[in-house]
């Protein structure tokens, strides 16, 4: 991870309601937004990551789950700041709503960090309770997962008689910058490769269930195609339930890769069925409670609003057993995550997220 400490002159902190020097005596309340159900493939192990972090740096953390609702992810953030009297809200800017949120916490006085494909400094840069925000780049992403799928197929001769790799997408919701990032960056990487022809981007929603029938369309339209890039591994492992049912070979007759680390997904790239899956940002929560908590400790400058940003790492064939071995059981107790924190470390000076760190803090000391 990099960080880029960016300086916004916001005058008025303390005077606005946020005391740092009386939270730093005070055992931390932090929200955490959740805009799908809880056991979500991707949120639950965001969640258990988030919850781990928060209990190694003594926060209470309270998890609120919209199902997919923006008018209850509304109602969750203005029950937290205000009924709830959370000292901070871990969230996302859920269906474009980033600066509508940030309004609340205005209103209630209650600091906000947002995590995953945000990008909000031009939208929120004036506001006090902005803290900042953690995006992966979502567009490298999208572009690695393309290659990684096109180089595979093509060492495979799945050329078409025109010698071309016929390639189909399954996007998340159209309203969703995460998705938009990564389509944009898999679009990036097909205009740079003459060979490739991307036939259609179809919406699947995040779901499993809906990629798999959307792929009766896709399949019966391109009977040609050989590559299904996936923005999730929920519809990457769609492509794969389509797959079984219709009596073809994962490999053989079509390649999938996904972005998200989830689970099922990585046990499924251990057992050949996918390709490749990007992600660590289910992470980024987690990190983002390391530099609110920092923050509200007075280990960071008031005043000061931070953008990190990080890169989406690639599992496969070849690394996936690894990772499964230290980290496949969600069990975070091996990691001290008091570690990364600047208020327990200030000798710190900028953050270190990522899975090279982790890794190391998960073989001790």
Known sequence: MRLRAIILLVLGMLSAGLSVIALAQEKLSFALMVSRSEGDLFYEPLVRFSEAVAEDLGVTLKVYYAQDDRILYTSNIEKAAGEEGADAIILQSFKGGGARYVSIGERYKTPMFFFNDVNMMDDVAGSTFWVGEVTPDGGRAGRSLAQTLVE?????????????????????????????????????????????????????????????????????????????????????????????????????????????????????????????????????????????????????????????????????????????????????????????SRFHHPELTQYRFSLDELMRASEGP
């Open 152 to 340: 595979r197929a093509r060492s495979l001769g799945m050329r078409n008689d025109q010698g071309m790799i016929e390639v189909v997408a399954l996007e998340g919701f159209s309203s969703s910058g995460a998705s938009l990032r990564r389509v944009g960056g898999l679009q990036d990487y097909v205009a740079a490769n003459p060979d490739v022809i991307l036939h259609q981007v179809l919406a699947a929603n995040w779901r499993r269930e809906e990629a798999a029938q959307k792929m009766d369309g896709l399949y019966k339209r391109y009977p040609g195609v050989k590559v299904v890039w996936a923005a999730s591994d929920s519809m990457a492992l769609g492509v794969v339930d389509w797959v079984g049912e219709h009596g073809l070979t994962m490999g053989k007759d079509l390649l999938a890769g996904g972005i998200d680390w989830a689970g099922e997904a990585l046990k499924a790239i251990a057992d050949h069925q996918i390709e490749a899956s990007y992600g660590g940002h289910y992470m980024e929560a987690g990190w983002s409670i390391v530099v609110m908590f920092d923050y509200l400790r007075g280990a960071l400058p008031v005043g000061e609003h931070l953008s990190l940003s990080t890169h989406m790492d690639e599992l496969n064939a070849g690394n996936v057993e690894r990772y499964l071995q230290l980290f496949g059981d969600m069990d975070w107790k091996k990691v001290n995550f008091r570690r990364f």
